[in-house]
């Protein structure tokens, strides 16, 4: 098969609401959707293929289908996910690859932010309004104020967000986005509003750039994504050196490549192996491509 159709892993974390069912189409029992994974291979929630199987073993049976720019990986480089942020999310850093591997055995993060939706007012933290001192974000973790001191960018939907590893970041009330990120699961939180939930300081201390930034960019050593938005039809190319995710964040239509042709709506997720050559979508849509530069 050149397009594989995918079923996400599904995770209900406290923050998450149900626009994900309900407006996406995902298929989940649970009474909140926080995340959907459309397109993973991580252990801690694979995407499955409508045959049941999941993604992760049906690549191990050939490993050519990923394309030859994915040889340099130790594993699947990247994650895409569905974020669905009914409160706000906890404030949190994560690590480059070289602390995560080191620390927690996986690769570190670098993610890219498409803003689908927002309510009104709704925010997204990125890095600090101006330059801190250690002991000062210290002192502000200690007293509950550290919010105040990020730099916070109006939600407003089409915005593209990079945040690089090391960057304090977090996803405010209200916003439902795509991320496209590296192959991991780790962060460290470090204000997470009164929850009862674990803290990781020291780890955050380590990896912390105080002096990184936002960016507007969309590829990086791991991934380059392209927005499509489609009126009628697109055609592209699949080469042997990446495979390609086609995610369909809004419309519906037809996906084609080679003999098969596939219906798609809204919320869908597609895997086009590496090497299947021409391919077209037919419909009225928005889409993200990712591939692997």
């Known amino acids: 098969m050149a397009i594989l159709k995918l079923k996400p892993a599904c995770k209900d974390y406290l923050w998450g609401g149900?626009?994900?069912?309900?407006?996406?189409?995902?298929?989940?029992?649970?009474?909140?959707?926080?995340?959907?994974?459309?397109?993973?291979?991580?252990?801690?929630?694979?995407?499955?293929?409508?045959?049941?199987q999941t993604l992760t073993d049906y690549i191990a049976h050939d490993e050519k289908i990923l394309g030859t720019n994915c040889k340099r990986f130790r594993d699947f480089p990247i994650l895409i996910k569905?974020?669905?942020?009914?409160?706000?999310?906890?404030?949190?850093?994560?690590?480059?690859?070289d602390y995560a591997l080191i620390h927690e055995n996986q690769l570190g993060k670098n993610e890219m932010w498409y803003i689908l939706d927002a309510d009104e007012n709704s925010l997204v933290y990125c890095g600090f309004k101006e330059k801190i001192s250690r002991e000062e974000f210290i002192?502000?973790?200690?007293?509950?104020?550290?919010?105040?001191?990020?730099?916070?960018?109006?939600a407003h939907r089409?915005?593209?967000?990079?945040?690089?590893?090391?960057?304090?970041?977090?996803?405010?009330?209200?916003?439902?986005?795509?991320?496209?990120?590296?192959?991991?699961?780790?962060?460290?939180?470090?204000?997470?509003?009164?929850?009862?939930r674990p803290l990781h300081i020291k780890k955050a201390i380590d990896v912390l750039d105080f002096n990184a930034k936002p960016l507007r960019k969309t590829s990086c050593d791991y991934f380059s994504v392209e927005k499509l938005q489609i009126d009628e039809k697109?055609?592209?190319?699949?080469?042997?050196?990446?495979?390609?995710?086609?995610?369909?964040?809004d419309g519906?239509?037809?996906?084609?490549?080679g003999s098969e042709e596939v219906f798609f709506r809204k919320?869908?997720?597609f895997f086009l192996t590496a090497g299947s050559g021409a391919w077209k979508i037919c419909g009225n849509?928005?889409?993200?491509?990712?591939?692997?530069?």
């Not at 569905?82 to 690859?97: C, T």
């Open 252 to 257: 519906s239509g037809k996906i084609f490549c």
């Open 267 to 269: 919320g869908d997720s």
């Open 82 to 97: 569905f974020i669905d942020a009914r409160e706000n999310l906890s404030v949190q850093v994560h690590p480059p690859d």
């Open 18 to 52: 149900r626009r994900l069912i309900e407006e996406f189409g995902v298929k989940c029992d649970k009474k909140v959707l926080a995340e959907a994974w459309m397109l993973s291979c991580h252990p801690d929630g694979a995407s499955i293929l409508e045959n049941g």
């Open 234 to 249: 697109f055609c592209g190319f699949v080469d042997e050196k990446s495979f390609l995710s086609v995610l369909i964040v």
């Open 158 to 196: 089409g915005e593209i967000i990079f945040i690089p590893a090391g960057t304090i970041h977090a996803v405010g009330k209200g916003v439902l986005l795509a991320e496209i990120q590296q192959n991991s699961n780790v962060s460290y939180r470090i204000f997470d509003y009164g929850r009862n």
């Open 139 to 154: 002192s502000r973790v200690k007293n509950n104020s550290l919010v105040e001191i990020l730099r916070s960018v109006p």
């Open 285 to 293: 849509c928005d889409a993200l491509l990712t591939s692997i530069p």
